[in-house]
């Protein structure tokens, strides 16, 4: 259904463009994530800190109580996903051709999921005691 709207402009009401319906979801879980972080990259500071001068041992000793692998991953997650989305919003911004544009959104997405799994693995294997 293609009609034309008075508010959009004639170019757009050629070619049909306009809102995909998901740009408030998108910010709103960029905000999310923002806020997230937030909390997380002061606990994070914090932990980082209180492990100065420690040896490894502390260190993985740190990493393997619970409450600090849960508030690690979750850390993890916040910063991959609000990465991703950062990233989404300057590719779609700045990369204009569609074929470039989805092919840098794939690559974008599979680094920051391949690199959260590993992280977040990381940390797991740390918290387990493997």
């Not at 050629?14 to 905000?31: D, M, P, V, Y």
């Not at 391949?114 to 493997?130: C, E, K, Q, T």
């Amino acid at each position: 259904m293609n009609h034309v709207d008075p508010m959009r402009a004639p170019l757009k009401n050629a070619r049909g463009l306009g809102s995909a319906r998901h740009g408030t979801h998108h910010f709103i879980i960029q905000r999310i994530t923002a806020i997230a972080l937030l909390v997380l990259v002061i606990y994070f500071v914090a932990l980082l800190v209180s492990l100065a001068g420690s040896d490894y041992a502390s260190a993985r000793a740190a990493v393997a109580h619970p409450v600090n692998a849960i508030l690690l991953i979750a850390f993890l997650i916040a910063m991959f996903w609000h990465g991703q989305l950062g990233m989404q919003v300057v590719i779609e911004d700045y990369v204009h051709p569609p074929g470039k544009a989805m092919v840098f959104q794939v690559v974008v997405i599979f680094v920051c999921v391949l690199a959260a799994v590993a992280s977040i693995f990381a940390v797991v294997r740390i918290a387990l005691g493997a």
